[in-house]
């Protein structure tokens, strides 16, 4: 199991992160709770494998793969190394975007080189809602959020989808003041496939569809301006 003694030599303490993993420990007894904790997953593997002064991106995530094969406790990230819909597209526009290809649906390179691939809520459990998930880990979620945009450092952060989009410390109108700050915010929709939501605007056409979005090297031509390396998109596994 990853300690949160450990996470938090790293992070600094985190608002109510023990006691929510010793509650998430205790219900382990009762049903499955996801990701399981093995040496390549844990509900804190975000933060294990992305340490906090190396964090140069962020992309938000949902919750955890449905399935105790997939899910390993990083964003969109199967730990088998399948490629679920999401993700497909997600390398498709990579591809359109950048010109890289990529066939492995682990994204641990990504998490080693600087992304934060950080789900809203850090536990899968069929006992529970998605709603209530979320509302679980959302004391947690806004502390880490404010640790990384108070840091000072350069930072690009890509909200995918409504939920992302409606985190409450990035409103629409604060783009321009993040960027002021030398934070970078990237809104897309979401890039799943059900119904058209990679193709369609939201948040009343104010936020593009995920296609075309060109985040990725929207990204590296940020963190290349402010004095940090790019992120390799290349999954070379």
């Given at each position: ?18 006691n929510?993993?010793?509650?998430v ?37 949902q919750?955890?793969y ?102 409450k ?57 402010n ?11």
């Open positions: 199991m990853i300690s949160v003694e450990d996470i938090e030599k790293d992070w600094g303490i985190i608002k109510n992160l023990e929510k993993m010793q509650l420990e205790k219900l382990r007894h009762e049903y499955q709770i996801l990701p399981v904790e093995a040496e390549n997953s844990g509900v804190l593997f975000s933060l294990k494998i992305t340490p906090f002064n190396s964090v140069k991106v962020i992309i938000f995530g919750d955890p449905p399935n105790i094969n997939n899910a390993h406790g990083l964003a969109f990230s199967n730990k088998t190394g399948k490629i679920p819909a999401s993700l497909k597209n997600i390398f498709a526009e990579i591809k359109r975007d950048t010109g890289i290809d990529n066939n492995n649906g682990n994204l641990k390179a990504w998490a080693e080189n600087g992304v934060l691939l950080l789900n809203t809520a850090l536990t899968f459990s069929e006992k529970n809602s998605l709603k209530k998930r979320f509302n679980f880990w959302e004391e947690v979620i806004d502390d880490i959020i404010d640790k990384l945009i108070n840091r000072k450092k350069p930072l690009v952060i890509m909200l995918w989808g409504n939920s992302a989009n409606m985190l410390q990035f409103p629409l109108e604060k783009d321009n003041e993040y960027l002021a700050k030398n934070i970078l915010i990237l809104r897309s929709s979401h890039p799943s496939n059900m119904g058209s939501a990679n193709k369609t605007p939201i948040m009343d056409g104010k936020v593009s569809a995920f296609i075309g979005c060109s985040h990725f090297s929207k990204c590296n031509d940020f963190l290349q301006k004095g940090l390396s790019p992120v390799n998109w290349k999954i070379n596994y």
